[in-house]
């Protein structure tokens, strides 16, 4: 992803709730270049350009979305699970199903992407399948990524302590290492 000059700067492991944050932010980058490529390269074979970057859209998606949703899925849910109420409860299992969504659209993503490259180019209704897929995700990850904002993370940001909130960025660390 570029470097946007006088953005904030990445969160470390010492803030790992920041970290989900700063993923989700190229999460929704890497989303609007799979659909503006499905979108305007329509018709016609993709450009060296437009394959580079659903290349790098792919490889981002399979390498850091598994680990971002472990991020949440074993270290931030089971220990805000234990603190909160239903209702959060209920919102933790519905992000833990759209994780499972997500992987799925992510998949048919990277099939007709590689039938376009392929191919040079796609048939009219895996073209409409793609852009549906591509919206699918954007719609999806709009309000995944708005509950864990508005709801999910400042609780487990109230809820936890300092040392849990620790122990959350060294797993987070172990993942990457």
């Not at 805000?80 to 919102?91: D, F, N, T």
């Not at 833990?96 to 040079?120: D, I, K, N, Q």
């Amino acid at each position: 992803m570029p470097v946007q000059i006088g953005a904030k700067p990445d969160s470390g492991f010492s803030d790992p709730l920041g970290m989900l944050q700063d993923c989700h932010r190229r999460i929704q980058f890497f989303v609007r270049v799979l659909g503006e490529v499905a979108r305007r390269a329509q018709g016609r074979a993709l450009t060296w350009e437009e394959w580079s970057a659903v290349e790098g859209a792919v490889r981002y998606f399979r390498e850091s979305g598994p680990r971002h949703n472990r991020d949440e899925e074993e270290s931030v849910f089971p220990r805000l699970r234990k603190l909160a109420s239903g209702l959060l409860h209920a919102e933790m299992e519905r992000l833990e199903s759209e994780h499972e969504e997500a992987e799925a659209l992510h998949e048919e993503t990277v099939r007709l992407y590689a039938m376009w490259h392929a191919g040079h180019g796609l048939p009219q209704d895996e073209e409409a399948r793609l852009l549906e897929v591509t919206e699918r995700l954007r719609k999806l990850y709009e309000e995944h990524i708005r509950i864990e904002e508005e709801q999910v993370f400042p609780r487990a940001a109230r809820s936890l302590d300092a040392a849990t909130i620790a122990t959350i960025g060294a797993e987070f660390k172990a993942r990457r290492a």
